[in-house]
């Protein structure tokens, strides 16, 4: 009888290690944080951009974006289209800054961009990303500072100016 009872009670052990494992898993794992969600936004961005993905790029975007220059998200995904058909480009983001204040976050970029076919020719971008939290998603409502230059085999840079 004694073995039957220790059968039982081993069960019981192991369903309720099970049970506070999944109840672990469920109801104590960390979010990921503010930056960690808004830096992982942007690395699948950048993926989508260089799969030429204008959908995958705008999934960032606020449907309530507007800049400095009076673009709007229709407006950007315009300029994505145009910039990303017919070309297979190679992104490099480089995260200069990340604030985060209660909703609302500040990212400052700088992203290079050449044509995966002629390396020759890079073309480097700087500017500032605000982001604000849109129910559980970091989303894009404004951008800034848009400065662009490319540089050139030989290591010059040429300013394009700013956007």
Do not use: C
């Amino acid at each position: 009888m004694a073995p039957k009872i220790l059968k039982i009670f081993a069960l019981l052990v192991l369903l309720a290690a099970v049970a506070i494992a999944v109840a672990k898993f469920y109801f104590f794992r960390s979010s990921p944080s503010p930056q960690q969600q808004i830096m992982l936004s942007i690395a699948r961005a950048e993926e989508s951009a260089e799969l030429g993905s204008v959908a995958g790029v705008m999934k960032i975007i606020s449907n309530n974006y507007a800049d400095t220059a009076g673009y709007d998200k229709r407006d950007l995904s315009r300029l994505a289209v145009q910039a990303l058909r017919g070309q297979r480009w190679q992104f490099s983001t480089e995260l200069k800054s990340l604030s985060v204040d209660g909703d609302t976050a500040e990212v400052d970029l700088k992203v290079a961009m050449w044509d995966e076919d002629i390396a020759r020719y890079q073309l480097d971008y700087d500017f500032t990303l605000i982001w604000r939290r849109e129910g559980r998603t970091w989303r894009v409502v404004s951008s800034s500072g848009w400065h662009g230059y490319t540089d050139d085999e030989a290591g010059s840079a040429t300013p394009l100016g700013p956007y």
